[in-house]
Nanobody, 130 residues
């Protein structure tokens, strides 16, 4: 199993930046594909970005392309979400999620759907003021 703890959220003005961190503990972190999701009040949870086990492949939702960057440091068991040019519509609770793969053939797999993830953090609030 793995435990996930998000941090780095907060209040920022439109156009500002934040860096979210997802720290993992438990099983070796390089066995997990990771995604960042967000959920705004009254809306469904949606994928923001995802990264494969190696960190070599990434996916971004259209609404964050060119503004957000996902990265990981397996030695530190941490995934980051660098958020630039933030907009009020980015306001949401942001969650990281992890899916375990034991086989090496899944080393470059990107997981895009929430239902596929095995573990979730508690979330961190991001609020962008206009």
């Amino acid at each position: 199993q793995v435990q996930l703890v998000e941090s780095g959220g907060g209040l920022v003005q439109a156009g500002g930046s934040l860096r979210l961190s997802c720290a993992a503990s438990g099983r070796t972190f390089s066995y997990y594909a990771v995604g960042w999701f967000r959920q705004a009040p009254g809306k469904e949870r949606e994928l923001v970005a995802a990264i494969d086990r190696s960190g070599g492949s990434t996916y971004y939702a259209d609404f964050v392309k060119g503004r957000f960057t996902i990265s990981r440091d397996n030695a530190k068991s941490t995934v980051f979400l660098h958020m630039n040019s933030l907009k009020p519509e980015d306001t949401a609770v942001h969650y990281c999620a992890a899916k375990y793969y034991s086989a090496s053939r899944y080393f470059t797999t990107i997981v895009r759907t929430a239902d596929e993830y095995d573990y979730w953090g508690q979330g961190t609030q991001v609020t962008v003021s206009s």
